[in-house]
């Protein structure tokens, strides 16, 4: 059974980091591409960050380019997101997803507050 489990995350003030973990089991973690995607409140899904299998190739949303950065531990089946000079519009529910064998998995997802 795949299963991905986001920790980290909480009340953090503006200009402030944090990181995201999620831990993935029940697949071959590091055959697979894994993406960040986010919610904030009242909104749509955002896709936040995504990186390949190897680990060699990251792409980024425009919102959080050059401040975010994801990178993972195909050891461990562990994903990542340092999340540096936060701001109010960061605020959201980070989930953590996997394509696997053509179904979408989802973490249940850990919220940021980035508030004063």
């Known amino acids: 059974?795949?299963?991905?489990?986001?920790?980290?995350?909480?009340?953090?003030?503006?200009?402030?980091?944090?990181?995201?973990s999620c831990a993935a089991s029940g697949f071959t973690f590091s055959a697979y591409t894994m993406t960040w995607?986010?919610?904030?409140?009242?909104?749509?899904?955002e896709w936040v960050s995504s990186m390949n299998s190897l680990g060699d190739n990251q792409k980024y949303g425009d919102s959080v380019k050059g401040r975010f950065t994801i990178s993972r531990d195909n050891i461990?089946?562990?994903l990542y997101l340092q999340m540096n000079s936060l701001k109010p519009e960061d605020t959201a529910v980070?989930?953590?997803?996997a394509v696997v064998r053509a179904t979408?998995?989802?973490?249940?997802?850990?919220?940021?507050?980035?508030?004063?």
Do not use: H
């Open 104 to 116: 979408n998995y989802w973490g249940q997802g850990t919220q940021v507050t980035v508030s004063s």
């Open 76 to 78: 461990n089946s562990m």
């Open 94 to 97: 980070y989930y953590c997803n």
């Open 37 to 45: 995607v986010r919610q904030a409140p009242g909104k749509g899904l």
């Open 1 to 20: 059974e795949v299963q991905l489990v986001e920790s980290g995350g909480g009340l953090v003030q503006p200009g402030e980091s944090t990181r995201l």
